[in-house]
T-cell receptor, first 117, second 113 residues
Framework: GAVVSQHPSWVICKSGTSVKIECRSL??????MFWYRQFPKQSLMLMAT?????????EQGVEKDKFLINHASLTLSTLTVTSAHPEDSSFYIC?????????????FGSGTRLTVV | AQSVSQHNHHVILSEAASLELGCNYS??????LFWYVQYPGQHLQLLLK??????LVKGIKGFEAEFIKSKFSFNLRKPSVQWSDTAEYFC???????????FGGGTRVLVKP
């Protein structure tokens, strides 16, 4: 079945530094990937849609310059949290989508827990 | 904009009890509907999905869901839960012509042994 690998699983960084999170589709090509943020005891909030070869589409309220997304290939999207601050601490999840027949399938990565100290 | 609401934030029940989790969405057009489960420390896994056809959908691990279009609902059910069903459950919806999934707030289910 389809597998999405997300790295790292967890990261602790100092305030003011940048952190890069990778999302790879291992056995399929994903023209579209999604980045979500999940606060404790809350649902997944879509941050942005990552399109291969073009600029990401950000949801309202998400800072483009803060959360840089690069989708340079059909199997890799990266999210860079720039100049991280404690309020950026959260659980970040990526999802890759592909068509099976006429319908989209969504496969999720295992998430990255970011703690900014 | 579409929204998804899950009525129960927390559910506690004993093994062998029946489970029903509510999900309602707000979008009036054609939608695809999903239920995902997130076990402690693990990633989201698809339980079941509805695209079209029979509104009663059967998924993995004995779960099923019923799409009632007139009620904009897609409730999840399991006749007899096990301790291993302890997890967080998310309902999600996307427009049939779109690609963005919108998630409900999630329901934490605790099954007592």
């Amino acid at each position: 079945g389809a597998v999405v690998s997300q790295h790292p699983s967890w990261v602790i960084c100092k305030s003011g530094t940048s952190v890069k999170i990778e999302c790879r589709s291992l056995d399929f090509q994903a023209t579209t990937m999604f980045w979500y943020r999940q606060f404790p005891k809350q649902s997944l909030m879509l941050m942005a849609t990552s399109n291969e070869g073009s600029k990401a589409t950000y949801e309202q309220g998400v800072e483009k310059d803060k959360f840089l997304i690069n989708h340079a290939s059909l199997t890799l999207s990266t999210l860079t949290v720039t100049s991280a601050h404690p309020e950026d601490s959260s659980f970040y999840i990526c999802s890759a989508t592909r068509y099976q027949g006429a319908h989209r399938r969504y496969t999720f990565g295992s998430g990255t827990r970011l703690t900014v100290v | 904009a579409q929204s998804v609401s899950q009525h129960n934030h927390h559910v506690i029940l004993s093994e062998a009890a029946s489970l029903e989790l509510g999900c309602n969405y707000s979008y009036g057009g054609t939608v695809n509907l999903f239920w995902y489960v997130q076990y402690p420390g693990q990633h989201l896994q698809l339980l079941l999905k509805y695209f079209s056809g029979d509104p009663l959908v059967k998924g993995i691990k004995g779960f099923e869901a019923e799409f009632i279009k007139s009620k904009f609902s897609f409730n999840l059910r399991k006749p007899s839960v096990q301790w291993s069903d302890t997890a967080e459950y998310f309902c999600a919806v996307n427009k049939a012509a779109g690609n963005k999934l919108t998630f409900g707030g999630g329901t934490r289910v605790l099954v007592k042994p």
